[in-house]
Each structure stands twice: as structure tokens, then as C-alpha cells.
């Protein structure tokens, strides 16, 4: 007699809903059986049985919801020797590799590129009278971001490897392929560096393509013609021949995926001149400079997170949100020392936030949101205030961004420092696969805290 | 074969040309690997439901064919390498059940000591060049085991697995190329599973007939009943042979098939359940062995019930090793990045 478990779809499944029984008790199984269907917010799967034997009870009914990951669900007399309990999650409608985690998680510039710094200061749009928020999430409000811009500009298109009919690898382009069709939402074959070069050479005749890459760490095949042939030409033609192309996709780690998978490259693509780099924390963010990046005429790398895809956030509703690129975001105020981050660190750069303020440490935290064109200005302003300077980046230290930042508020902010700056990053190895190796290399709250503690000599 | 259709190649009939000839003790050996494969394939699903395994996990259930066809025909010293989807080779290769799945729990008592995870898996001893993340790069990796086996003249010869959907990728022709021209010892195993991920070959291909995918490089190639055992070893001694006579590289294409979504957390909605069923149902390479054994009388309901139980017993005592085998050390974080230089 064996017990078959409530089975996990990713590694973040907590609980779900137990949507279907295909079996009763008394009904026969064999290996491969759909006995069940599961769900969670954002899929749906099958369970198959792993092992024959009878039915002889269901424990937990039809349409139970929180049924926690791991709870005998059904009991099953089998043979002699047969293997263990548990079924296998046979597919799920979410995402193809693996799942976001359920919770939430909290989120550069160039030097020389002063052309591309309008005279006026950079400010969000006002939101006029009226205007209600709703609550997004990061996936959705990429996808929202898209279909403006092409409802807006026949010249946009998307391609990339699972984009039309699968509906994105993570699900981001939900819904695209079916209102503007297989010529705007193309479907790729697996050839990085071949259909980023299309994309780049469809720029020079003035289209605006975005390219998905499934993940950033696939673009490495790519990265050439990003940098070579995007980033470049521009130059190289004496200002004769534009890209405007948006190259984006998800970002840094996920879960357990290891090395090859696990990578932050914003330090890379922010080193490049010619091109500007976004990596946004929250939904109006992305939303709002994912449609800037579509409109802007040079070649824009756009750096998302798979772990912030589920998380939801407020986005002005109706108006055409559009935040210019190239301009940080103070999101907590404080005196005590200044918290710089991107991307999903500036969620963990939060909650240390809270917890340094409970400890009477205020903590300013700077989300860089554009890294290239940095906005200095902003992070030298913080730390004139607080004379303190903490980075945070889920990228290697060695020559990043934090480096970068760093020389930044050293060589503009100097005489205001009152502590070398600390930087908060990767451990410098390949991101391990095993648990606990993985926690201990990545950033993580705790050392955001310490990092802050120790700047302020606390 | 007509554009958009890749229907399965037929089954030929063992023993009727004599090219798939078999005798008892390999047939035996064939049928046990192939249900190795596949018990440690569901087990590792079962894992994943559990939360003991994370990330991607990419199961082989399906396909067990053609790395067991494969490995048969493998001389000591002759490589192989693959892509994600490499339980099945590691097993069939020689690995320890136990180190295969103590590396997908993540456990020190993994073959790459719980830090490369199910997609980077790698065995020295048993010429196994991994397990590569990265879609199409084990195609270039594996031509270099080539040209090292040319350069050192050791008569080894390299065999490259990848997907349909790899072979898409650009480095694959750069590889040919190179290959054919400097006549390297290379095996390109393509498993034409009919997916990439959600995307058929017919959607990704302009030419669907993979094994031609080498002819204006002048490499030959052919297609292969990849859910055959039989084709896939006499078709890999074939080329073998090809590969260590100094003819330079061949292409296998095996037609096969994958059960299970992609990865774990694949809805599969691409394809109908019916289409896996009808697979499952008369070409599973496992049943078909199993009826070879019975036809022959070579063994009985009993009889590969027993192989059965053994095989299980291995695979839990392998998912209990992975189960409690423990982390690793925090100090293997900052070990392997790089190799001590001895004065
Ligand atoms: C360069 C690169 N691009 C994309 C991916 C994501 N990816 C992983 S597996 C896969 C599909 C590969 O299909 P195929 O080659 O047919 O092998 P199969 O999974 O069917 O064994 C994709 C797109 C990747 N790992 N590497
Ligand atoms: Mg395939």
C-alpha cells in the first residue's frame, strides 16, 4: 500500500487545487495513467501514475483547494515490490522550463553617450487627475507594454525562439500571436545568432524588431551581433545607418537552474557604448520603459527577471505610460546610507531596508532602473546625504556595476564619504546547482544588511 | 519523404536480413538497460514532484534506444557527449545510478559533487563529456573530441548527441564542415524527437530529413527507427566503422520520440495526448524488445518480471542514496573554479 503525494510542478509550488479525478477508488492503474489534474494560479497539470496498482481511496476530493505540496492524495494497493508513493507532474501551463516562484520577490549608462541626455531633467510622466492604478503583473505588463507599441507602429514586431504559439517560453507574450498575427509574432528556430542578426539587419531598413531571447544566457550566442553589428553602426556609418531594436528577455538567476542558466550580464552590456541598458523592478517600470525602449532609435538591451514575472504591482491604467530612459528611482528615503540596486536586488534591497530601520539605520534606496545612460546624478545627490554607499547586483563583483557605481560616487561624491563603499554581489564562482550552495552564493537580504551595518560601522 | 512529414520510418522485422540479428545474452542486456533508463527517468520524476530535484529536469523516457543501441557498439576510449537531456547516456555509459541521481537531488554524492545539476553532468572514467546546457555547443565540443582523436591517430572515435532542434543551430554546419574537411572520427547522433521544446520540426526546418543535413558538406547520412534497438546499434557500427576507418564523419538521424512535456514543467499542449498514446501504444522500444525475447523464447512473463524487481531495487536504492547523501560542504562554493598551479 502506498500513498500518492500532492506532486510539485517547480521548486516554488507550495500548494494547489486538486481540479479533477480521472480515477476512483477500485479503478486499475498502470505507469503513465492520467489519474489527475492540478492546479496552480498560473497552470494547470496532469498527474500521471508512476506505478500500477488499484485505487483503493481517495483522501482528497475533487476541487480541494491549498492542498499542500507532499499530502497523500489517493492511496494505492500495489505489487509486491513495487516503487514508492508520489505521482509525477506530467505538464503545466506555465512556464516551460520552470516555474517563477509563487511569492514575490522585490528590482545603468555609459559615460561618453552625453548626446542621448536630453537638456531638460528626466522626470516619470505627471499621472493627470483621474488616472486609477491596477495591479499588474510584471509578465503581463510586458506583454501590455508590446501590444501598444505594435497597435501603435506597424513597423514592430516581435521574434524569438516559442514567442507566437507557445505563447512565450515564460509566457510573456500571452495572447500576441493572436492579434497581430504570424507576420508580427514570428516564431524562431533555435539560432540566436542568426535571427539577432536578422533582427539587426530588419533595423538598418528602419523596422523596429524586439528580440526575445528565451534567456539572456542564450544570447551569448548572439552577442556578437548585438555588440559588433547593433551597437556599432551607428558609429561606424558616420551616423548614416540606425537600429532601433529592442534585444530582451529574462536576466540573472532563477531557481536551481545552475551555471550555464544563471547568469547576471548587465555589467556587459553596460560596458558597451552604443547601446543603453534597462533592467526594471516593478511593472510600471517595466511597462513603461519596455514602450520608451520600442520608440527609441538606438539598440536597446532590456533585462527582465524571471523571478519577478509573477509579482504583481500597480500600473496606471489607460494612459499611454511611457518612462524615459535613463532616469534612477529614489524608492525609500533615508539619511543613514545609500542602498544602489537593479532589477530584482532592489526588492531584496527593500526588505533590508526595513530591517536596518528597525535597527534605527535609514536607508536610502536608489533603483538604478536605467544602467546605461547611468544616472549619477541621483546616486551622487543620496550619498551627499548620507555619506555612505552600499551596491547591490546579482552579478559577479569584478569590474560591474557596483565597481562602476562605486568610482562614480568616488570620483564625484568624494569629500562626502565617510566609509570606503561595499559591494553586495555573486560570490565569484559559477552559480552551483546544489541548495544550499546556491543560497550562499547569491546576494541575499542578510548580506545586504551587513554590507549596510559595515559601511555605516554599526 | 515529402515536406512536413515525418512519419516513422517501419519497423523492420528482426532477423529478416540478418543486419538485426541478435543473440539471447545482448537482447537480455538491451531489455535491462532500456527499463534502467526508464525507471530512473520516472523516478527522478517522482523526485522532482517531491522537491527533491530543482530547476530543469529534461527526462529521456522514450528515447532509451538509442543510447543503449549506441553504447553497444562503443570501443574503450571513444567519447560521447550530449546536450540536457543526458540521464539516459550517463546510465547507459556506465554511471553509478546512485551518482547520476545524487547529482540531480544536488547531494556531495553527485558525479559533478551536487554543483553541476541535471543538465552538467560529467564522467572521466566513463568517457562521458557531459551534459551541456547550452543548445548546439556540444556539436562544436563534441567535433573537437574528434579532432583529438585524429590528432593523437588513437583510432577512438567521438559520438555527438543532439536534438532536432539543435540542429538548427549555426555551430552544427561550422562543425561539419570542419570535420568533413580534416576527415575527424565523428558520430553526430541526431535524436529527431519531432519537438523542440513546443516546436515541431516542421515548423523550425526548411528541411525536415535531418540526415541531410550534412550532404553539401558531402557528409553521408541516414535515418534511422530510433525506437529500435536493433537499427540504431547496426546503424551506429556502420558509421563507426566509417569514423574509425579515416572516412570521416557520418550522420545518424533516429527518428524517436519523447513522452514527457519537455521539461518537468511543460503543459505540452502542442501536441495531443493521442499522438503520445498512439507512440507509446506500437513503437515503445522497450515493449518491442520484450516481444523479441518472448518470440524467440528467450524469456518469459516471469523472467522479465524479475529484471523488473531488480531494476527497481537499483533505482530506490539510488533515489534513497540521492535522498540522504548530504549537501555539499559550504566550502565546495569556492573549490573547482579554478586548477591549482603547482610549482
Ligand atoms: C542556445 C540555447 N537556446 C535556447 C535554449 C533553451 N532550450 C533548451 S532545450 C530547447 C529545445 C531543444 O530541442 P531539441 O534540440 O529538439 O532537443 P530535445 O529537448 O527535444 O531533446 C531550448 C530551446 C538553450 N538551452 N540554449
Ligand atoms: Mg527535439
Known sequence: ?458 | MARGQTGEVARRKPNGDGRFAADKDELLRFYREMLMIRRFEERAGQLYGMGLIGGFCHLYIGQEAIAVGVEAVREPGDQIITGYRDHGHMLACGMDPKEVMAELTGRIGGSSRGKGGSMHMFSMEAGFYGGHGIVGAQVSLGTGLALANKYRGDGRVSFTYFGDGAANQGQVYESFNMAELWSLPAIYVIENNQYAMGTSVERSSALVELSKRGASFNIPGEQVDGMDVLAVRDAARKAAEHARSGKGPYILEMKTYRYRGHSMSDPAKYRTREEVDEVRKTRDPIDHVEELLEKHGWADAAGLKEIDAEVKRIVADAAEFARTSPEPDPSELYTDVYTEVRA
Open chain 1, 1 to 458: 500500500m502506498t500513498d500518492i503525494l500532492m506532486p510539485a510542478l517547480s521548486p516554488t509550488m507550495e500548494e494547489g487545487t486538486l481540479a479533477k479525478w480521472h480515477v476512483k477508488a477500485g479503478d486499475t492503474v498502470k505507469s503513465g495513467d492520467v489519474i489527475a489534474e492540478i492546479e496552480t494560479d498560473k497552470a494547470t497539470m496532469e498527474v500521471e501514475a508512476v506505478d500500477e496498482g488499484v485505487i483503493s481511496e481517495i483522501l482528497v476530493a475533487e476541487g480541494a483547494q491549498e492542498v499542500k505540496v507532499n499530502t497523500p492524495i489517493a492511496r494505492l494497493a500495489g505489487e509486491a515490490g513495487a516503487s514508492p508513493p508520489a505521482a509525477a507532474p506530467q505538464a503545466a501551463a506555465g512556464d516551460p522550463e520552470k516555474q517563477p516562484p509563487e511569492k514575490a520577490q522585490p528590482q545603468p549608462e555609459g559615460e561618453g553617450a552625453v548626446a542621448v541626455v536630453p537638456a531638460e531633467p528626466l522626470k516619470d510622466p505627471e499621472l493627470p487627475a483621474g488616472v486609477t492604478l491596477a495591479k499588474v503583473t510584471i509578465r503581463d505588463a510586458l506583454r501590455d507594454a508590446m501590444a501598444e507599441e505594435m497597435r501603435r507602429d506597424p513597423d514592430v514586431f516581435l521574434m524569438g525562439e516559442e514567442v507566437a504559439e507557445y505563447q512565450g517560453a515564460y509566457k510573456v507574450s500571452r495572447g500576441l500571436l493572436e492579434e497581430f498575427g504570424a507576420r508580427r509574432v514570428i516564431d524562431t528556430p533555435i539560432t540566436e545568432h542568426g535571427f539577432a542578426g536578422l533582427g539587426v539587419g530588419a533595423a538598418m531598413t528602419g523596422l523596429k524588431p524586439i528580440v526575445e531571447f528565451m534567456t539572456f544566457n542564450f544570447a551569448m550566442q548572439a552577442i556578437d551581433q548585438i555588440i559588433n553589428s547593433a551597437a556599432k553602426t551607428l558609429y561606424m556609418s558616420g551616423g548614416q545607418l540606425k537600429t532601433s531594436i529592442v534585444f530582451r528577455g529574462p536576466n540573472g538567476a532563477a531557481s536551481r537552474v545552475a551555471a550555464q542558466h544563471s547568469q547576471d550580464y548587465a555589467s556587459w552590456y553596460a560596458h558597451v557604448p552604443g547601446l543603453k541598458v534597462i533592467a526594471p523592478y516593478d511593472a510600471a517600470d517595466a511597462k513603461g520603459l519596455l514602450k520608451a525602449a520600442i520608440r527609441d532609435p538606438n539598440p536597446v538591451v532590456f533585462l527582465e527577471h524571471e523571478m519577478l514575472y509573477g509579482q504583481e504591482f500597480d500600473v496606471p491604467e489607460g494612459i499611454d505610460w511611457v518612462v524615459p530612459i535613463g532616469k534612477a528611482k529614489v524608492r525609500r528615503e533615508g539619511n543613514g546610507v545609500t542602498i544602489v540596486a537593479y532589477s530584482r536586488m532592489v526588492g531584496l534591497s527593500l526588505k533590508a531596508a526595513e530591517i536596518l530601520a528597525a535597527e534605527g539605520l535609514e536607508a536610502e534606496v536608489v533603483d538604478l532602473r536605467t544602467l546605461r545612460p547611468l544616472d549619477h546624478a541621483t546616486i551622487v545627490e543620496s550619498v551627499k546625504k548620507t555619506g555612505r554607499l552600499v551596491t547591490v547586483e546579482e552579478g559577479w563583483g569584478p569590474f560591474g556595476v557596483g565597481a562602476y557605481v562605486a568610482a562614480k560616487v568616488v570620483e564625484e561624491a568624494f569629500d562626502w564619504l565617510d566609509a570606503p563603499p561595499a559591494r553586495v554581489c555573486q560570490e565569484d564562482v559559477p552559480l552551483p546547482y546544489a541548495a544550499n550552495l546556491e543560497a550562499l552564493s547569491l546576494p541575499s537580504v542578510e548580506k545586504i544588511v551587513a554590507a549596510a551595518k559595515a559601511v555605516a560601522y554599526r
